[in-house]
């Protein structure tokens, strides 16, 4: 009922900047102004209500204080009876006068009890009429600012309308808004996306050309190295063949030799030697049959190396075709996936490169 209208419109202002900011102060106030409407019906209502309980206590005690009066005067009634019926015949002219002294002070204070009640009654009357005067007022003034307030509260009320519709039109603005910046954010969140993953193939081709260019040199390397064991291929298989035509002349040197010393031999183990002949020549002989046995041991020690050359050329090829296959399927990928400028640029220094 006391609430002071700059606090409430404080306060009003602060509801209103917390839901809108875009809402000025002449629109805030319309609200306001409504419930200072509510407030003056509810304070007129109070008073009412509080009038009428007035009038009622009045009346309650305007009709107790009645009643007061009649219970007083109708004991005084029976007092006078009792005691003219206790008396009894009144021979004595000083009992009578004393009876009519008593009675007439009885009579006075009866009066005066009722002078006093009258003017109670008259001060609760004329409370009454005000208070009936002031109802009636306040029924009159009712009945007169009805229309208005009704005229005010509708527009108030199509005021009320307005700003909802605004702010349903804001909301629905604000709700688009929000949507365009979402579907901006996603966009640049997918551009960003992509040009990191663009970012990310590239220094992995990049890579994969280093990585070709490590390979190639390796290549060239291994490819060296596989000349130069061909080539000691080759001259360790001229040097077999160069043995092989030596042991095949040791051999028809041995039969010759077999073909010259027919007896049989004096020891076993000892070789067929001519006695005719000097010592000379078997010393010899014995020299040239540790040649022939030193180049048996030559030509295995050979053929083991050849065969070791040959294993370190078949691991060479097998490398070297891991090697290629593992180009060969880079190349492939390379050729499925799209290229862009840069891919195609590098692309062409690699082939130019091979």
């Not at 306040?138 to 307005?162: A, G």
């Not at 804001?170 to 808004?177: P, T």
């Not at 992995?204 to 060296?224: F, M, N, T």
Request: proline fraction near 2%; charged fraction near 35%; glycine fraction near 2%.
């Amino acid at each position: 009922m006391n609430r002071r209208p700059r606090n409430k419109l404080n306060k009003a202002k602060r509801t209103v900047k917390r839901t809108d900011e875009s809402v000025t102060t002449e629109e805030a106030l319309i609200g306001y102004k409504l419930e200072i409407m509510r407030d003056e019906l509810f304070r007129l209502n109070e008073k009412k209500k509080q009038f009428n309980q007035v009038l009622l206590s009045k009346m309650q005690r305007l009709s107790t204080m009645r009643n007061e009066g009649v219970r007083y005067l109708t004991g005084l009634v029976h007092q006078v009876k009792d005691a003219l019926a206790e008396e009894g015949s009144m021979s004595d002219s000083s009992k009578v006068l004393d009876y009519m002294k008593e009675t007439w002070s009885l009579r006075t204070a009866a009066e005066q009890r009722l002078k006093e009640l009258e003017v109670r009654i008259l001060s609760v009357q004329r409370d009454t009429e005000s208070t009936k005067s002031e109802i009636e007022k306040w029924q009159k003034f009712e009945i007169l600012t009805k229309p208005i307030n009704e005229e005010r509260i509708k527009v108030l009320h199509q005021e009320k309308q307005q700003i909802e519709a605004r702010f349903c039109s804001i909301a629905a603005h604000m709700q688009s808004h929000h949507s365009k910046m979402a579907e901006e954010i996603n966009h640049r969140t997918r551009a960003a996306v992509n040009e990191a993953t663009e970012m990310a193939a590239k220094r992995a081709l990049e890579d994969v050309y280093a990585g070709c260019c490590e390979d190639k040199i390796r290549l060239s390397c291994l490819k060296g190295e596989h000349d130069e064991l061909r080539r000691r291929m080759d001259w360790l298989a001229s040097e077999i063949d160069r043995l092989h035509r030596e042991n095949s002349r040791m051999q028809e040197r041995l039969l010759q030799t077999n073909l010259a010393h027919r007896s049989p031999p004096n020891v076993v183990g000892e070789l067929p030697r001519d006695d005719n002949r000097p010592l000379k020549s078997d010393s010899m002989f014995d020299l040239k049959l540790e040649d022939y046995f030193s180049n048996l041991d030559l030509n295995d020690a050979l053929k083991s190396v050849l065969l070791g050359a040959e294993d370190v050329e078949r691991a060479t090829l097998q490398e070297s075709r891991e090697s290629f296959s593992e180009i060969a399927s880079i190349n492939r990928q390379k050729a499925d996936s799209p290229l862009d400028d840069s891919d195609r640029i590098m692309h062409a220094h690699f082939n130019c490169n091979e």
